[in-house]
C-alpha cells in the first residue's frame, strides 16, 4: 500500500480521538464523512463522482452492526442520517419525507442501539460508541477488501492523493 494510505489512518484516528474524549457529535459526523470518503474513493471507474447509491453500497458492504444489536444498518437509513446530520444538524432529511421506510436516528453516549417498532417503527437510538466502533471496523474491512481485490486497490489508489492527508509543519526554534 501506498504512502498516501495514511490518510486513511488519520481519519480513523480522528474519529478514536473524537470517541475516547467523548466529543460525541464530531466523531459520529467524522464517521459520515469516512463513509463519504470511501464511498468515493471506491466508486466505480467511470464515475465522475460519487453518489447517494455509491455511499449506500459501500454501507451495506461494509458497516454491519454487532450481532447482539436490535438495529440492524441499512446504507439506505446510514445516508439519510448522514444528510439530517452534516445538512441540518438534526434527525430528519429529505430522504425521511420522501421514503417512509427510511429510519430516523437519534443518538445516545452509550454503545447499545435501541430499536422497537412497536414503539417507533421509524426511529433507532444509535449508541454512538458502538456505531463508530462499527465505522473504524468497517473501514478496516475495506482496507482487506482492497489488499484481496488488485482491481478494487488500483482503483483506490488511484484517487487517494485526492484525500485531504494531514503532514507535519516544521517547527521554527
Not at 32 to 53: F, G, M, W
Not at 140 to 165: I, T, Y
Request: net charge negative; charged share 25%; aromatic share 10%.
Amino acid at each position: 500500500m501506498s504512502a498516501n494510505w495514511k490518510a486513511l489512518v488519520h481519519m480513523v484516528d480522528e474519529i478514536k480521538q473524537c470517541d475516547a474524549n467523548n466529543i460525541t457529535t464530531a466523531s459520529i459526523a467524522m464517521s459520515y464523512v469516512c463513509i463519504d470518503a470511501l464511498a468515493n474513493l471506491s466508486r466505480p471507474a467511470e464515475k465522475a463522482k460519487a453518489t447517494r447509491k455509491d455511499f449506500i453500497d459501500w454501507a451495506d458492504a461494509y458497516l454491519i452492526a454487532h450481532p447482539d444489536q436490535p438495529y440492524k444498518y441499512r446504507g439506505k437509513d446510514i445516508y439519510a442520517a448522514r444528510c439530517a446530520l452534516l445538512h441540518n444538524f438534526s434527525a430528519e432529511a429529505e430522504l425521511h419525507e420522501n421514503d417512509l421506510g427510511t429510519i430516523k436516528f437519534s443518538y445516545h453516549d452509550g454503545g447499545k442501539h435501541y430499536f422497537d417498532s412497536k414503539i417507533d417503527p421509524r426511529l433507532a437510538l444509535i449508541g454512538a460508541k458502538s456505531f463508530t466502533n462499527d465505522v473504524v471496523i468497517a473501514v478496516g474491512k475495506f482496507m482487506d477488501a482492497c489488499s484481496a481485490n488488485p482491481d478494487l486497490m488500483g482503483l483506490v489508489e488511484s484517487r487517494l492523493d485526492k484525500v485531504f492527508n494531514k503532514v507535519p509543519v516544521p517547527r521554527e526554534a
